[in-house]
């Protein structure tokens, strides 16, 4: 779909690692280009006029995210740099100030280092505990084994709603529905999941949430963290510096903005923030919900062609999202990664940042095959050709 | 050595790599190697007694590049004095860069000339070896 608005394509490269970044159509670039070129002056500063229009874009910006989330007001949409900062600003400003050591965490052995990390780290300093929910067979997440992993010190869930590896898709409405009836808030993470599919704040009532532009047709730098705009009263930043206070004369007298300026330290990322609009106003014209079951369309595809090759495992076939996780068999991913980079075919291995589903997969590396709008099952079809090959690890060598 | 037989030889060191495990013996020194732009990682054990490398041993997963270059790394280096080896790490590391080296000093590790046209697998095929020259220079 839509593949001649990005003028990446015209390589002839087939680039199957959406769910590290993806590929920017036009219209995000020029619009880019145009604030740099047009109107280059900082934010929330300046009386003269291409600064007041590089303001007027950047809250147009947050508005656009705002109505793409259905937030009930800009004041919870915070620009960070992206979800790994969105995540480190919510546990760190927020949670690291309301846990108490003995106080649980709930996260997955399938999260990304960004969600597992941040809690380790509090793990190390205040002494609250990281538990894992146990996941299926399957590696999905399983309902049940929340409800039962839930104890009376339990205070945070926080998962992705999408996974990088397995890429099943979270119930969040459910989850935070079940987490709210105990108190307990709900962290997700929505990098894999936004411009994927649909996402509702206010339907899910999700109390943070974390998304990155450049995986969904936007620039690197900038992503967004929602809040819930009474739990974001009470965030206090990480980031501290110019644009966020009203005045300061001494510590003890400090006044800061209004949400969410209060949050947002520095001199923002504006263009970053503009293209992210313009990819959302792309996304929007195309249907989330169209994306969403093109892309599936796509992975089906995929799953059903690969299972027909004899030297393929799968790892997640039967998960819904747009992600498949496989080996060759006796090939190390990355040399089966190196072998189809020579076929002009980018797919990742490894671990994918995600090292504690080894645990789980019993294996550390796959490779992986991450799907967008505009791939294409004629793509697909190279793909399976080249992987249908007995001589892999021989071709990758490259001797 | 044609194509052939350098993809038998690293595949043979690959599937079958020299030294592989750790004796965690006291007279051995002791390094860990991780690829940053990768998975590839190795703990490697060295021995070396009157200036001379007596043994080498790894543990590890990486790929075939790595494992391999690691594994006839192992064979050709040990009995080798410290500057011998490190002579042979130089001009190895040389070859994987694109510069001028010599080829006799390498012998079988000449395999991997190639390697330098291929900038995904630089990294690979200098990791284990990497590690052998810290613990050298320890």
């Known amino acids: 779909m839509n593949r001649e608005d990005f003028p990446f394509l015209e390589k002839g490269i087939i680039y199957f690692d959406n769910g590290a970044t993806s590929i920017k159509p036009k219209c995000v670039i020029d619009k880019m280009n145009e604030y740099y070129y047009n109107y280059p002056s900082n934010a929330h500063r300046g009386d003269y006029s291409i600064s007041v229009r590089s303001s007027a874009e950047f809250e147009k910006a947050r508005e656009t995210v705002k109505d793409f989330i259905n937030a009930k007001s800009t004041k919870e949409i915070v620009f960070t740099s992206g979800a790994t900062e969105s995540i480190s600003q919510a546990v760190y400003g927020y949670f690291k100030n309301k846990l108490k050591s003995g106080d649980e965490v709930l996260v997955t052995k399938s999260e990304h280092a960004s969600v597992i990390l941040p809690w380790f780290d509090l793990e190390n300093k205040i002494g609250i505990k990281v538990k894992y929910i146990p996941l299926n067979d399957d590696y999905t997440f399983n309902i049940d084994n929340l409800i039962s992993s839930i104890t009376s010190n339990t205070k945070v869930v926080s998962i992705a709603e999408v996974t990088n590896v397995i890429g099943d898709i979270r119930d969040v409405k459910r989850i935070t529905s079940i987490c709210h009836e105990k108190g307990i808030k709900v962290l997700v993470d929505a990098a894999q999941s936004a411009g994927h599919i649909n996402i509702d704040v206010q339907d899910s009532d999700v109390d943070f949430l974390s998304i990155s532009a450049h995986k969904m047709l936007g620039p690197n730098g900038i992503g967004v963290l929602y809040g819930k705009e009474e739990l974001l009263e009470e965030l206090d930043s990480i980031k501290k510096g110019g644009g966020m206070t009203i005045s300061f004369d001494s510590p003890k007298e400090i006044v800061y903005k209004e949400l969410p300026y209060k949050l947002e330290a520095g001199t923002q990322n504006i263009a970053g923030a503009i293209g992210f609009m313009e990819a959302i106003n792309f996304i929007n014209k195309i249907g989330i919900d169209n994306i969403e079951e093109y892309t599936c369309e796509l992975k089906r595809y995929l799953v059903d062609k690969l299972k027909k090759l004899n030297n393929i495992i799968i790892y997640n076939e039967n998960v819904e999202g747009s992600t498949v996780a496989f080996n060759v068999k006796d090939v190390f991913a990355q040399d089966t990664a190196i072998y189809l980079d020579k076929h002009n075919i980018c797919v990742r291995s490894g671990d994918h940042c995600d090292k504690k589903l080894k645990d789980e997969l019993n294996i550390t590396n796959t490779v992986r095959v991450s799907l967008y709008f505009y791939n294409t099952k004629e793509e697909i079809d190279k793909l399976v050709e080249v992987l249908n090959n007995d001589k892999i690890l021989e071709e990758s060598l490259g001797v | ?138």
Do not use: W
């Open chain 2, 1 to 138: 050595m044609d194509s052939e037989l350098k993809r038998e030889l690293i595949l043979e060191n690959f599937n079958n790599p020299v030294n592989k495990g750790l004796l965690n013996d006291p007279s051995y020194i002791k390094e860990d190697k991780n690829n940053s732009s990768c998975i590839d990682h190795f703990t490697i054990e060295l021995k070396l007694e009157d200036n001379i490398i007596k043994d080498i041993r790894f543990d590890g997963e990486a790929c075939a590049i790595a494992t391999s270059s690691l594994s006839i790394a192992i064979s050709k280096l040990i009995g080798k004095s410290k500057e011998e080896a490190l002579n042979i790490i130089e001009n190895y590391n040389n070859m994987i860069e694109g510069k001028e080296f010599d080829k006799n000093i390498l012998e079988e590790l000449s395999i991997y000339e190639d390697v330098s046209k291929q900038p995904a697998r630089v990294k690979c095929a200098t990791l284990g070896i990497e590690g052998i020259k810290d613990l050298l220079k320890k």
